[in-house]
């Protein structure tokens, strides 16, 4: 367990959280159906909403994506490590739940910059005896100290999976490709990359929309065309891997997203929209739903 996920008293961290403000962490956990979150975060997800009723089923899609590149990646490539950065706010099937599940050896390092991801890390660190985690509370923006900091629990003479799940779009222009290269430049041949990122060209006026009313609320959103997304891959070396860059629903479909069932249809009409979203089938979405593309690449 990390020294800087608890060395932090309660009262230090509610100094650190804004509930004035949405939180990208935050809001990705009203669209994903959680109950971490503030009012303002439910206005911001709402607002986005408004503008592409059917988005939410982005960040379902998002995550299910992380479950299969994770699980192909344990159960095809024989990766024991992964590097989870943008872990956002534990959910139902986190990166270790996954990987040791299959592989109980598996160790993960998660990092996260947002004071209430820091407050639940706990729920991060809950690792099987055979397997480590560890959380780290820094910046991606900080990739020297996220190497140094993961290099406590994690074998860097051994193949490691970058994770970088929704989390780029957050960095502005060039900044981006130079934290991708410094962060792979680290890790030894035969490790991996996992990403996905917001996409201007997928359904390209419902994601503008979404993007805009994102930023009235104070957030950074990047959108990226596929040519821009490929880069993260083509300049460090890496091939894709099959499919290649797709959009997300459409890596290695298995059809096995968690599905949440409401008590009963009285149950389900009674609530609103933005907490009608976590019963939604995931595996009712069409091409004009998605806005993100993923892939995974090896490196040299």
């Not at 990208?24 to 503008?51: C, F, I, S, T």
């Not at 104070?218 to 091939?239: C, P």
């Not at 459409?250 to 008590?263: F, I």
């Not at 069409?286 to 090896?298: K, L, N, P, Q, W």
């Amino acid at each position: 367990m990390s020294g800087d996920a608890f060395s932090h008293d309660s009262a230090e961290l509610r100094k650190r959280i804004d509930s004035t403000k949405p939180h990208p962490a935050r809001v990705y956990d009203v669209l994903l159906g959680g109950k971490d979150h503030y009012p303002v975060d439910r206005e911001a997800a709402a607002a986005a909403m408004a503008n592409h009723p059917r988005g939410f089923l982005t960040a379902r899609h998002n995550r299910d994506f992380l479950r299969r590149a994770v699980t192909a990646l344990v159960r095809e490539e024989g990766v024991r490590q992964f590097l989870d950065i943008g872990a956002g706010l534990p959910t139902a099937q986190n990166v270790h739940h996954i990987a040791q599940s299959i592989a109980p050896e598996t160790r993960v390092v998660y990092v996260d910059n947002d004071p209430i991801v820091l407050a639940h890390a706990r729920a991060l660190l809950t690792s099987v005896p055979e397997g480590r985690t560890d959380y780290i509370d820094a910046d991606l923006r900080d990739p020297g100290r996220i190497l140094r900091e993961a290099a406590r629990t994690l074998d860097f003479d051994r193949p490691v999976a970058l994770c970088l799940a929704a989390v780029l779009h957050f960095i502005e222009d060039e900044a981006a490709y130079d934290v991708v290269r410094e962060l792979l430049g680290a890790l030894p041949p035969g490790s991996w990359l996992v990403l996905s990122h917001l996409a201007s060209d997928l359904n390209p006026e419902e994601s503008a929309n979404v993007a805009q009313s994102f930023k009235k609320n104070g957030l950074t959103f990047v959108l990226r065309s596929r040519d821009q997304i490929e880069r993260f891959f083509g300049d460090n070396g890496l091939k894709t891997a099959d499919p290649g860059l797709v959009p997300v629903h459409r890596w290695r479909p298995d059809g096995s997203a968690p599905v949440l069932r409401a008590p009963s249809p009285e149950y389900l009409a009674s609530l609103d929209f933005i907490d009608r979203i976590k019963y939604h089938d995931p595996n009712d979405v069409t091409d004009e739903d998605i806005s993100v593309y993923g892939a995974i690449g090896r490196t040299a």
